[in-house]
C-alpha cells in the first residue's frame, strides 16, 4: 500500500516548491537589507528595522489578510500586476510562496546580519587599502565570511515555509492541487472525520522535513566555519 496518496503527495510537493520559491525569491532582498542594518548609520533605521521584523510579532492571519488587501483582487498592487503583467496572485501557489516569504523573510534577516555583524572590519579596509573596489570586496572577503549565516537563515526559512500556515490559508485559501500546501493537507485531514491516520502520516512528514532542515542549518553552519576558520 502506498505510504501517501496521490493528493496527499500533491500537498508534500507544493510545500517544497512553495518554500524553495519563497526562499529563493527573498534571499537576495535580505541580504540587502541586512547590510543595510548592518552597516547602515541613517534616520528612519531603528522603523526599518522594526517593519522587517514585524512579521515575527503580527499573528499569521494579520499578515495574509493584509496580502489580501494589497495583492488581492481588487488590491492596488494586485490590480497593477494583473493590468501590467497577467499575473494573478491571490488563491495561487505563487501567492502561497509569497505569503511564506513574507513570514520567513525576518528569520534570513536576522542570521544574515548577526553574520555580517560578526566581521572583522579590518580585512575590508586591508583589501580597499590595496585598491579593492566595493564590489571586489563584497565578492572576495564579505560574501565568504558571511556565508554561514546567510545558508543558516536561508535553510531556517526553508523548515519555517514548510510548516506556515495561518497567512497562506488566509491569502490562497485551501485548494487542494493549487495551494493546498503541507500544513493545510493537515487542516484538512484532522477537520475530516476518519482522518486522523492522514493527518498522522502527514504530520510525521512535516516533523521529519523540520528536523532535518534544522539539523542541515547547523551542519552547514559549522562546516562553513571551519572552513574560514572561525
Given at each position: 500500500?502506498?505510504?501517501?496518496?496521490?493528493?496527499?503527495?500533491?500537498?508534500?510537493?507544493?510545500?517544497?516548491?512553495?518554500?524553495?520559491?519563497?526562499?529563493?525569491?527573498?534571499?537576495?532582498?535580505?541580504?540587502?537589507?541586512?547590510?543595510?542594518?548592518?552597516?547602515?548609520?541613517?534616520?528612519?533605521?531603528?522603523?526599518?528595522?522594526?517593519?522587517?521584523?514585524?512579521?515575527?510579532?503580527?499573528?499569521?492571519?494579520?499578515?495574509?489578510?493584509?496580502?489580501?488587501?494589497?495583492?488581492?483582487?481588487?488590491?492596488?498592487?494586485?490590480r497593477l500586476?494583473?493590468?501590467?503583467?497577467?499575473?494573478r496572485l491571490?488563491?495561487?501557489?505563487?501567492?502561497?510562496?509569497?505569503?511564506?516569504?513574507?513570514?520567513?523573510?525576518?528569520?534570513?534577516?536576522?542570521?544574515?546580519?548577526?553574520?555580517?555583524?560578526?566581521?572583522?572590519?579590518?580585512?575590508?579596509?586591508?583589501?580597499?587599502?590595496?585598491?579593492?573596489?566595493?564590489?571586489?570586496?563584497?565578492?572576495?572577503?564579505?560574501?565568504?565570511?558571511?556565508?554561514?549565516?546567510?545558508?543558516?537563515?536561508?535553510?531556517?526559512?526553508?523548515?519555517?515555509?514548510?510548516?506556515?500556515?495561518?497567512?497562506?490559508?488566509?491569502?490562497?485559501?485551501?485548494?487542494?492541487?493549487?495551494?493546498?500546501?503541507?500544513?493545510?493537507?493537515?487542516?484538512?485531514?484532522?477537520q475530516t472525520?476518519?482522518?486522523?491516520?492522514?493527518?498522522?502520516?502527514?504530520?510525521?512528514?512535516?516533523?521529519?522535513?523540520?528536523?532535518?532542515?534544522?539539523?542541515?542549518?547547523?551542519?552547514?553552519?559549522?562546516?562553513?566555519?571551519?572552513?574560514?576558520?572561525?
Amino acid at each position: 500500500m502506498a505510504l501517501l496518496t496521490a493528493e496527499e503527495w500533491s500537498a508534500v510537493r507544493l510545500s517544497l516548491q512553495v518554500a524553495t520559491s519563497s526562499v529563493a525569491a527573498s534571499l537576495p532582498i535580505a541580504v540587502l537589507i541586512s547590510l543595510v542594518l548592518a552597516r547602515g548609520r541613517f534616520p528612519g533605521k531603528a522603523l526599518l528595522d522594526a517593519l522587517v521584523h514585524l512579521p515575527l510579532v503580527l499573528p499569521p492571519v494579520v499578515v495574509g489578510w493584509l496580502l489580501l488587501v494589497l495583492f488581492g483582487a481588487q488590491g492596488p498592487l494586485g490590480r497593477l500586476l494583473h493590468d501590467l503583467f497577467g499575473i494573478r496572485l491571490v488563491f495561487t501557489a505563487e501567492g502561497a510562496a509569497l505569503a511564506t516569504a513574507v513570514m520567513g523573510f525576518p528569520l534570513m534577516v536576522r542570521a544574515v546580519r548577526l553574520s555580517i555583524e560578526a566581521i572583522d572590519l579590518g580585512l575590508e579596509d586591508a583589501a580597499r587599502t590595496l585598491g579593492a573596489g566595493p564590489l571586489d570586496r563584497f565578492v572576495t572577503i564579505t560574501l565568504p565570511l558571511m556565508s554561514p549565516g546567510l545558508l543558516a537563515g536561508a535553510i531556517i526559512a526553508f523548515a519555517a515555509g514548510l510548516g506556515e500556515f495561518g497567512a497562506v490559508i488566509t491569502f490562497v485559501s485551501n485548494i487542494p492541487g493549487e495551494t493546498q500546501t503541507l500544513t493545510l493537507a493537515i487542516y484538512t485531514a484532522v477537520q475530516t472525520p476518519g482522518g486522523e491516520g492522514t493527518a498522522a502520516r502527514l504530520a510525521a512528514i512535516s516533523f521529519s522535513l523540520a528536523l532535518a532542515g534544522l539539523l542541515a542549518s547547523e551542519l552547514l553552519a559549522r562546516r562553513m566555519r571551519a572552513w574560514l576558520g572561525r
